[in-house]
């Protein structure tokens, strides 16, 4: 189970940090992604760790992800938002250590949190 939490409104220029807390499973051995998805359009990726980092264009060098394997947590910090990165966010765990940027290859999907820039 993958349960985000973080979102919220925010101004362009600003930061958010998501979170995405996972239960069950041996989270280590997960790549951890988040992928957006504004309304009417496809489910984009933004970034995944294994024990490597991996970033769409769109947000390299503005957000970073992370995780705790300690706390079964991975995280999103994202600065320097523009209104382009509104969408809801989802969190999703495939149940191997490889890079993946596409989220058929995903086995587990958080609900997702909304993340609106604006002002």
């Known amino acids: 189970q993958l349960v985000e939490s973080g979102g919220g409104l925010v101004q362009p220029g600003g930061s958010l940090r998501l979170s995405c807390a996972a239960s069950g499973g041996t989270f280590s051995r997960y790549t951890m992604s988040w992928f957006r998805q504004a309304p009417g359009k496809e489910r984009d990726f933004v970034a995944a760790?294994?024990?490597?980092?991996y970033y769409a264009d769109s947000v390299k060098g503005r957000f970073t992800i992370s995780r705790d394997n300690a706390k079964n947590t991975v995280f999103l910090q994202m600065n320097s938002m523009e209104p382009e990165d509104t969408a809801v966010y989802f969190c999703?765990?495939?149940?191997?250590?490889?890079?993946?940027?596409?989220?058929?290859?995903?086995?587990?999907w958080g609900q997702g949190t909304q993340v609106t820039v604006s002002s």
């Open positions: 999703a765990a495939k149940t191997e250590l490889s890079r993946a940027t596409t989220a058929s290859m995903y086995n587990y």
């Open positions: 760790i294994t024990w490597n980092t």
